[in-house]
């Protein structure tokens, strides 16, 4: 698909923001309005020009996401039990299983979802917040990438949660074989949605502010 | 409609970075991208609400034939045990798991068939010209919230990690449901690449005049 040069509506040499100019946009549907509207006219979105208690949100939500992380770390996700033995099994200690399968491609993707993508989007959203909170002007481009990722990603880590439903419900096979869900996986499932919450109330436009506001 | 507001209506402001832009009746088949963050404002498909009617249609269809038939059985040392996508959800009924057999039955067949049948309802009119359905506005705007908390293609990945955990100690048969559930994956993401909200947000403001 080619790219279309939109211009800008400002001055050539610099971009303008809608708050710049007095306006506020919808952040639904893009529609702009006169500076203290309070819901868009064409989706009836409530609308915030920038919200300034997105970073308060965004900790909390943070910090919510990382307590819940820890239980999902320490407690069984899976609780199986043949015709031989109980077992229960952590993350870890499924990852580890599939490795002894050896399904290493199957091992990594779960490793990658519930092990990788929870800590980075903890770290990256911490750097997000410590760099808006800071006023840092540097890489904009590279933390709004950053932005996105954690956006686009995060849902990803659910795949553990369904893992463990489908064999849940897949093995029950009176005594040869079953498994059960352990509470790690509410823990998971609890800790992911946070994160995801967290990712949701950063606004994003707080990384592109700083060039706008001087700082003398 | 006054000259002010004609000017704010010419003007669309990125969502990712607020910078402000002058729309413009984009040509056939580009796209125009944010000049600062690089965010797509508007692409342009003149057959897109058509398209996204027919997949979206075609993956509601989709979805109630993944919900009903059977989608995995497995089957070791004569013992059988065959499973519904709503067995997968109810494996977490019991005990304090009982919220997320509520979450994971939204995420992965409630949130779906809502977007659905939200995209349905807001754009169908649109199609053969008529005036939106009143609320349709609201019921884009759901379907576009919504996106992120529909998880059916994680689920179908999900789906594929058990499989070959299970796949070494039973013999597993794939039911109808799978492929069907596979081929709503395919198909949303297919209609939610169709989907430029600028243009749908303009096709439903010129609808309603």
């Known amino acids: 698909m080619q790219v279309f040069d939109l211009g800008s509506s400002g001055p050539s040499q610099g971009l303008t923001t809608a708050r710049a100019a007095g306006l506020v946009a919808c952040r639904t549907c893009g529609q702009v309005h006169h500076k203290g509207a309070e819901r868009c006219k064409r989706c009836q979105s409530p609308l915030i020009s920038r919200d300034h208690q997105s970073l308060q949100k965004v900790w909390a939500w943070l910090i919510a996401g990382i307590i819940a992380y820890i239980p999902a770390n320490t407690y069984p996700m899976l609780l199986t039990s043949t015709l031989l033995e109980r077992s229960e099994s952590t993350i870890i200690g499924g990852v580890v299983d599939l490795m002894h399968y050896g399904a290493y491609g199957i091992a990594f993707v779960v490793f990658f979802a519930s092990v990788v993508i929870p800590v980075g989007k903890f770290l990256a959203i911490m750097y997000l917040a410590v760099s808006v909170q800071r006023a840092s002007q540097a890489n904009q481009h590279g933390r709004h990438k950053a932005y996105d990722l954690v956006e686009f990603i995060g849902r990803w880590s659910m795949i553990d949660v369904f893992v463990v439903a489908i064999l849940s419900a897949l093995v029950q096979l009176d005594t040869i074989a079953t498994i059960n869900p352990g509470i790690a996986a509410v823990s998971f499932a609890l800790s992911v949605i946070f994160t995801m919450l967290a990712a949701q109330a950063f606004d994003p436009r707080l990384i592109w502010d700083v060039d706008r506001t001087p700082h003398d | ?209």
């Not at chain 2, 067995?87 to 659905?116: N, W």
């Open chain 2, 1 to 209: 409609m006054t000259d002010a507001q004609q000017y704010l209506d010419d003007l669309v402001a990125c969502p990712q970075c607020d910078t402000l832009h002058a729309a413009q009746d984009l040509p056939e088949g580009m796209r125009a991208c944010c000049q600062r963050c690089g965010h797509v404002l508007m692409s342009t498909q003149r057959t897109a609400v058509a398209r996204i009617i027919a997949l979206a249609l075609t993956a509601f269809v989709l979805m109630i034939a993944a919900v009903t038939f059977p989608f995995l059985s497995l089957n070791a040392g004569g013992v059988q045990n065959a499973t519904s996508v709503i067995d997968a959800v109810l494996a977490f009924k019991d005990g304090l798991a009982f919220p997320l057999a509520v979450a994971t039955a939204f995420f992965i067949v409630v949130l779906p068939l809502m977007r659905l049948s939200a995209l349905i309802y807001a754009l169908g009119p649109l199609v053969t010209e008529r005036k939106p359905h009143p609320g349709a506005r609201f019921a884009f705007g759901l379907a576009e919230r919504l996106r992120p908390w529909s998880m059916a293609e994680i689920f179908i990945v999900g789906v594929t990690v058990a499989l070959i955990k299970v796949a070494g100690m039973a013999a597993v048969t794939i039911g109808p449901a799978f492929w069907a559930f596979a081929g709503v994956v395919v198909i949303t993401i297919l209609k939610d690449q169709l989907i430029c909200r600028y243009s749908i947000w303009e096709a439903l403001d010129q609808a309603k005049a």
